[in-house]
């Protein structure tokens, strides 16, 4: 259970941070940049559930846990050990992905077919979550960097990759089903 009953510890002041293992690192470390996008995606998922309603609430909801989750794994370095350890860290499973899909596969099944590229945009919600999508891409970026140094979860990386798919169908949903999609005219302003 997480107790903050003191939010500033003056412990970072000096430009490093801790990791969930307790090892001290600089606040630019590849780790902390990929946790921390995946926080800011976090945020960006909270803006988009301000306009979300029934069932697309619940689950911009549950994706926010699991990003959580995320944020939660990724902190924990020494994934080799985990099994050794006292209290085994929070690791990404492969049914948070596979829950996605289902939803993807739902979703889809409603889209209209895509004949072209879309714009970012539509409804308010649509726009939102296709800022969702570009922060997890960028999430995803910033895991992989960290993955080509060190051993992470796979089923971590497996989850953003899908997740930004996942932010595109929502969107597209978000937009009437697609019908409402903002169309790519490619060349309209030469």
Known sequence: MVVLSKIYTRTGDGGDTALG????VA???RRVE????????????????LHATGDLAQQIERIQNDLFDLG?????PDIARDEQAEY??????AAQTDRLEREIDA???RLETLRSFILPGGSPLAAH????????????????E??????????????????SDWCFCAARLANDDGRADVLWTPGANR
Do not use: S
Request: hydrophobic letters at 40%; proline letters at 3%.
């Open 27 to 29: 606040k630019h470390d």
């Open 21 to 24: 293992n307790g090892t001290r």
């Open 129 to 144: 979550l296709h800022v969702c999508r570009t922060v997890t891409r960028r999430a995803e970026r910033r895991t992989m």
């Open 88 to 93: 085994p860290p929070l690791r990404m499973v």
């Open 107 to 109: 979703m889809n099944e």
């Open 34 to 49: 990929a946790y921390g996008t995946v926080d800011e995606a976090n945020a960006t998922f909270g803006m988009a559930r």
């Open 72 to 76: 939660a794994d990724l902190c924990n």
């Open 146 to 163: 960290l993955a080509a140094a060190e051993t992470l979860n796979e089923a971590a990386i497996t989850y953003l990759n899908r997740l």
